[in-house]
């Protein structure tokens, strides 16, 4: 997968190299035809076309918060676990998992949880599906990640690989958040 992954970047940036090559060559030919003030406005209009459409792809989905109830899991401080689910040369899926004890009960547990794609992206897009997290027997908490992970050449989607997590936490090994 690694090995993919790299190709993977290093064809996305090869045809990004080309592309502004390619790019560069019509603005001098159109600055000679026309003029140089024309070129520049054609190089301005082209970049705040190009700068709105990578927006969309900055957006991730929020932390998603839920309340467990399970008379096993009492905190009395919060505990959290960042884990590693999918580990590439330059770019990572991580899973963050906190456990925060709630006023109301003592027997409710608040979780805040997300999974998010970091480092290099370049042709890759993560899209979350679900994200559970569900108590389980002797202070365990088992979780589940289901996504998809998106293959793109030039912002166009190829290739979309479904991808699911599951594991278990023991709560009593997860460090504490003072």
Request: charged content about 20%; aromatic content about 8%.
């Amino acid at each position: 997968m690694a090995f993919l992954y790299i190709l993977w970047v290093l064809l996305n940036g090869a045809l990004v190299l080309g592309l502004l090559a390619g790019w560069y060559r019509c603005l001098q030919l159109f600055a000679r035809q026309y003029s140089r003030s024309a070129s520049i406005a054609l190089c301005v209009m082209t970049l705040m076309t190009c700068t709105r459409g990578s927006e969309s792809f900055r957006e991730s989905a929020p932390p998603r918060q839920t309340t467990i109830t399970s008379s096993e899991l009492t905190l009395d401080q919060p505990v959290y676990d960042d884990r590693n689910l999918l580990d590439l040369p330059l770019t990572r899926l991580s899973q963050r998992i906190q456990l925060h004890p709630t006023s109301q009960s003592s027997d409710s547990v608040r979780v805040d949880q997300s999974v998010t794609l970091s480092g290099l992206q370049l042709g890759l897009r993560w899209q979350p599906i679900d994200l559970l997290v569900s108590p389980r027997p002797n202070r365990r908490i088992r979780y589940d990640v289901a996504g998809i992970l998106e293959w793109r050449l030039l912002s166009t989607t190829i290739y979309r690989q479904p991808v699911q997590y599951a594991g278990l936490l023991a709560v009593d090994s997860l460090p504490s958040r003072r």
